[in-house]
């Protein structure tokens, strides 16, 4: 896959504020970017200026698991790890990135859900059957916002290596830290996809 999937995009700051959390005190910023109407989050810790090497998360939004406490992925208890991680540091990034259901949409992550359910689909042929690669996410954004923050490289947390790529093609040195969550009886084959077929290191 070529990491590069698009150029790198324009971003702007709307809007920023200090938000105290139960994760630590962070400073949030809304950017807009020239791609889309997407307003997409960074949640910075710290001063993060002119920083090498600074902790960072790509969060892909997901209502169902963020919001609803969906136990069929990990991502809530990912976000809230990161949040807690970066929250106790001098200086990190968590990004919360308008890219939900791997960059299909929410309705169509939806459908994705039916199709498992009713054909036995994995996560990558449901997508797949709905007319998408199994992955859509495009991280040129979170790029851009990073350089916009003045970050010269990062210490991302994840367990996917496209995320690497796609930052490392966008200019953005990226060395990985291990982001796992234990699997429950819900999520299981869901993790075992990505790193069966994802190829994500868990």
């Known amino acids: 896959m070529d990491a590069l999937r698009s150029p790198s995009a324009r971003v702007s700051v709307e809007a920023a504020a200090d938000l105290p959390t139960r994760f630590g005190d962070f400073r949030v910023l809304v950017f807009s970017n020239d791609r889309d109407d997407r307003e ?45 991680h970066v929250g106790g540091l001098p ?39 709905l ?15 990073l350089r916009t923050l003045g970050v010269r490289s990062v210490q991302l947390l994840t367990n996917n290596p496209d995320k690497l790529l796609q930052l490392a093609a966008h200019g953005i040195p990226a060395e990985r830290i291990p982001h796992s969550i234990e699997p429950g009886p819900h999520n299981r084959a869901y993790l075992e996809t990505k790193a069966r077929r994802s190829g994500h290191l868990l």
């Open 40 to 84: 997409n989050l960074a949640i910075v810790r710290g001063d993060v200026w002119a920083a090498e090497s600074v902790p960072v998360r790509l969060h892909s939004e997901c209502l169902t698991g963020d919001v609803l406490g969906s136990l069929r992925c990990d991502c809530r208890d990912q976000l809230e790890r990161s949040l807690l």
């Open 91 to 129: 200086r990190g990034i968590v990004l919360y990135l308008r890219q939900e259901g791997r960059g299909i949409g929410l309705t169509n992550k939806i459908r994705a859900y039916a199709l498992q359910q009713q054909r036995g689909l994995d996560t990558v042929d449901a997508n797949i059957a």
């Open 131 to 145: 007319g998408f690669r199994d992955d859509e996410r495009d991280y040129g954004i979170a790029a851009s916002i």
